[in-house]
């Protein structure tokens, strides 16, 4: 069983489209995340969520949203696609932060390429 | 966090031992070191972290100095399949896990 999935694998599609991509875990974890990696293949956070409390890294664009319909599923929304945009999009979990370690599993990324 | 220093790139014989330095002198107490690898675009992979003590499991070993200000990962016994970008990252539980550029291991044949 893949603990950390996403959904799909690429992503090619025009600027000013509004996008979404999946994410799954079946791990239990009680956090998700989302990272970006550019071309350059820094892998930097953009959001981490649980049910308590969202966290936004201040760089990323408004355009961008997470939605999490449930524990196991945190989904990045993506308005108004930009060319800046394209990147592996990789999604990530850990353990509640109370139980003293938040080592995160991440899955295979999207790669999104913006025309 | 801590900042870590690694080297950008280091080669290994397959077979052999693959020592992996970082450096964290301003590492604080309550600070954890973390080792992710990441294949050729895959996710990262967790490989192992440590507060104090060495650390071993079934990827690895983590070598932690007395001062805690630089460590070692160790890959016993490196194939072809270890080669990848590995990350040594320190942080406090509870915030977030910044990557760094990384040393880029390349396994020889």
């Known amino acids: 069983d893949t603990a950390v999935s996403q959904t799909p694998k690429y992503l090619v599609t025009q600027m000013g489209n509004d996008k979404s991509i999946k994410c799954e875990q079946n791990?239990?974890?009680?956090?998700m995340y989302w990272y970006k990696q550019d071309s350059k293949k820094f892998l930097k956070i953009m959001f981490s969520?649980?049910?308590?409390?969202?966290?936004i890294n201040e760089t990323v664009p408004n355009r961008f949203s997470p939605k999490s319909p449930d524990k196991a599923h945190l989904n990045l929304h993506i308005n108004s696609l930009e060319l800046g945009d394209s990147a592996v999009y990789f999604c990530?979990?850990?353990?509640?932060?109370?139980?003293?370690?938040?080592?995160?599993?991440f899955g295979p990324g999207t790669r999104l390429t913006v025309l | 966090d801590a900042k870590t220093t690694q080297p950008t790139s280091m080669d290994c014989a397959e077979g052999r031992a693959a020592n992996l330095p970082c450096n964290h002198s301003?590492?604080?107490?309550?600070?954890?070191v973390y080792w992710y690898r990441q294949i050729h675009s895959q996710g990262p992979q967790y490989i192992i972290h440590?507060?104090?003590n060495n650390e071993t499991n079934e990827m690895a070993s983590l070598i932690i100095t007395e001062d805690r200000k630089s460590s070692t990962l160790i890959l016993p016994h490196a194939t072809l399949r270890d080669t990848a970008v590995y990350y040594c990252?320190?942080?406090?539980?509870?915030?977030?896990?910044?990557f760094g550029t990384g040393t880029s291991l390349t396994v020889i044949p």
């Open positions: 440590g507060l104090k």
């Open positions: 791990l239990g974890h009680d956090t």
């Open positions: 969520y649980n049910n308590k409390e969202l966290i």
């Open positions: 990252i320190v942080k406090v539980t509870g915030n977030q896990f910044y």
């Open positions: 301003t590492i604080s107490g309550n600070e954890y």
């Open positions: 990530a979990s850990s353990q509640d932060l109370d139980r003293g370690t938040d080592t995160q599993y």
